[in-house]
């Protein structure tokens, strides 16, 4: 004999107990919560399979229609290799470029990024090179401001004032990646408009929308509000995830800024790497300015004092002593709340000069065999000759005739800022 099952199914099956049925129900409330995600959707098995290594980005097909793995170093190459020489051209021209610069970044957390065209969504993508963007930013600009800014519901949010810590800004950023509702090109535009016009006048102000939306759904005229932001100096930019919007591509022709739209995720990270170094400076706002600024030391150990960008009690050695008020500060380069002075480090001014001053980009070469000199990079000494004979593509400085393998030439232009060969003939000149 068999027990009636619960439910008054049929007979065949006996019930399960209090305990093992709390049990199984409380082991399928946790697998429905591990498959939704943190806006509420639930993802598909191969999401959940694919959403962390993300193996489908390390294959391409080929011309036969088969699937190779993607040679990352040369794509990485080629890419850095576009942006050195759109560099190179602005600096041969002498173009004048702003060292200071007060970047707002504006991300589109409408509905619309949660859209998965980008995988695993735009929102993750946008969070993602948007942390890049940050940190590539502060290491080409070390006297730059950034500030974050949010759309969401039709309502523009600053999730941070503009400052300079890269870390403070990614935080604020990861722990608000929400979408909802509609996008507002102009509640959005309204509100960094204000906070730039309190900026010194020798800041350069600018703004960049990483904009996901097709519309935007504005309380009032919007041509008004881009000619706000072209009188008060503002460049806008904007960097599109779906398609080009007539009015995005306005506003950055009115206001001077650049105007693309990706085409995918690699794609995008390019195009936002671009805004990282400081663009020319516009003709009419580029007068020259004396800033006075003061540089800190840090504050003896036993020297306990409170503050003035968190208002925390800290000992002299978490900060900086303001020359002038005598003030302690957290981080540099910042704005003296107290005095209002502009305080920055050495090395900070040191390393705003690199891109006024860049080293000029190498040639690329193929080592052929019987050829002498150049089967070693010059930087870490490493063949450039493969096992089987042949010469992998490397570069060749134009000056000093040295030659560097593709990792010592990133390192060169976007970290040393000097040719080893070129410093190494000035020296034994000497």
Known sequence: MYGVGVGGGGGGFNAPST????????????????????????????????????????LQEDES??????DTK???????????????AAAAARIQKGLI??????????????????????????????????????????LSHVGLVTIKDGISHRLTEIGGS?????????????????????????????????????????????????????PGDIMETIEKCKKSKVRCSVIGLA?????????CEETGGSYTVALDESHFKELLLEHAPPPPAIAEYAAANLIKMGFPQRGAEDLISICSCHKKIKSGAEGYICPRCKVNVCELPTECRTCGLTLVSSPHLARSYHHLFPVTPFDEVTFK????????????QQSLINTGGQSNIHVRCPKCNHHFCFDCDIYIHESLHNCPGCESQRSSSR
């Open 166 to 218: 890269p870390e403070s800004q990614i935080n604020a950023l990861m722990g608000k990646l929400e979408c909802s509702g509609d996008s507002s090109l102009q509640n959005a535009l309204e509100l960094v408009n204000g906070y730039l016009n309190q900026i010194p006048s020798y800041g350069h102000k600018e703004v960049l929308f990483l904009y996901s939306a097709l519309n935007t759904c504005d």
């Open 65 to 70: 229609g088969l699937l190779r793995p993607i």
């Open 369 to 380: 065999l019987g050829q002498k000199g150049g089967q070693n990079c010059f930087g870490c």
């Open 243 to 251: 398609a080009e919007i007539f009015i995005c591509k306005h506003l």
């Open 19 to 58: 305990a093992s049925g709390r049990r199984k129900n409380q082991e399928d409330d946790e697998e429905e919560e591990e498959e939704e995600t943190g806006d509420g959707r639930v993802l598909e098995a191969w999401e959940r399979a694919y959403a962390d290594d993300r193996s489908w980005e390390a």
């Open 101 to 142: 610069r007060y970047l707002y970044i504006v991300i589109d957390l409408s509905k619309a990024a949660s859209e998965m065209d980008y995988r695993p969504s735009r929102m993750a993508v946008v969070a993602k090179c948007a942390e890049a963007f940050i940190r590539e930013f502060f290491d080409q600009n070390p």
């Open 74 to 88: 040369n794509l990485v190459h080629s890419q850095y290799r576009r942006r050195l020489l759109l560099r190179s």
